[in-house]
């Protein structure tokens, strides 16, 4: 199915959370490269919510896509291990592009912006589920399933400017103090309240 799903498109908004403290020092900050996660171990969960989309002749328009995720500064390579959950308001050839378009098996933006693509990661699975978002800036929050639950509050109070990969350094966006981080997904499962967050928004395609 890969080749049908090209050319494609996606954008929309974003928002992540995770258990480092605010600013996330894995981020590009005033254009300085990121380093080590707070704690040595990155835990958290990812969000985008399309506003318009195509992969082909399919619309994507509206669908939603969550990760949790989690990797290790020290573990060689630094693998990403992660759960994609796609929204189950889409049918099966939606749901299968999403996958494949976030997994990076049909290139793009993914192989430049998203690091569980660029490397060896461990991709626990995709499963497709209920997933509610609600990109509201500075009070955002979202839920997959019974498996993810993260809510933001208000903007960090730092003149910094700040940058993140995975929407792109050439996208500007803000951190967050994240309010709560739920996964129960094994091996997955932690919760953790008062770290920090990012939101802005997205703009990938094949090209």
């Not at 967050?176 to 932690?190: G, N, Q, S, T, W």
């Given at each position: 199915?890969?080749?049908?799903?090209?050319?494609?498109?996606?954008?929309?908004?974003?928002?992540?959370?995770?258990?480092?403290?605010?600013?996330?020092?894995?981020?590009?900050?005033?254009g300085?490269?990121?380093?080590?996660?707070?704690?040595?171990?990155?835990?958290?969960?990812?969000?985008?919510?399309?506003?318009?989309?195509?992969?082909?002749?399919?619309?994507?328009?509206?669908?939603?896509?969550?990760?949790?995720?989690?990797?290790?500064?020290d573990?060689?390579?630094?693998?990403w291990?992660?759960?994609?959950?796609?929204?189950?308001?889409?049918?099966?050839?939606?749901?299968?592009?999403?996958?494949?378009?976030?997994?990076?098996?049909?290139?793009?933006?993914?192989?430049?912006?998203?690091?569980?693509?660029?490397?060896?990661?461990?991709?626990?699975?995709?499963?497709a589920?209920?997933?509610?978002?609600?990109?509201?800036?500075?009070?955002?929050?979202?839920?997959?399933?019974?498996?993810?639950?993260?809510?933001?509050?208000?903007?960090?109070?730092?003149?910094?400017?700040?940058?993140?990969?995975?929407?792109?350094?050439?996208?500007?966006?803000?951190?967050?103090?994240?309010?709560?981080?739920?996964?129960?997904?094994?091996?997955?499962?932690?919760?953790?309240?008062?770290?920090?967050?990012?939101?802005?928004?997205?703009?990938?395609?094949?090209?």
């Amino acid at each position: 199915m890969g080749h049908e799903l090209i050319p494609w498109a996606i954008s929309g908004t974003y928002l992540e959370a995770c258990n480092c403290e605010v600013i996330c020092p894995c981020r590009r900050i005033d254009g300085k490269p990121g380093g080590r996660s707070t704690y040595g171990e990155c835990a958290g969960a990812l969000s985008w919510k399309i506003e318009s989309g195509r992969a082909g002749e399919l619309d994507l328009s509206s669908l939603q896509v969550v990760m949790a995720v989690r990797y290790s500064d020290d573990e060689p390579g630094s693998p990403w291990t992660h759960w994609i959950y796609v929204d189950e308001r889409g049918d099966e050839r939606q749901r299968d592009s999403l996958a494949q378009i976030w997994t990076g098996s049909v290139g793009g933006a993914p192989m430049e912006q998203f690091p569980w693509a660029l490397k060896e990661s461990n991709l626990l699975g995709v499963r497709a589920v209920a997933i509610d978002i609600d990109h509201t800036p500075g009070r955002g929050w979202f839920r997959a399933g019974g498996q993810v639950s993260v809510r933001v509050r208000a903007a960090v109070d730092d003149p910094a400017t700040v940058t993140c990969i995975i929407p792109g350094h050439h996208r500007s966006g803000r951190e967050v103090h994240a309010d709560l981080i739920h996964i129960a997904d094994e091996p997955l499962d932690f919760e953790l309240t008062d770290r920090c967050g990012y939101e802005t928004t997205f703009d990938y395609s094949s090209d």
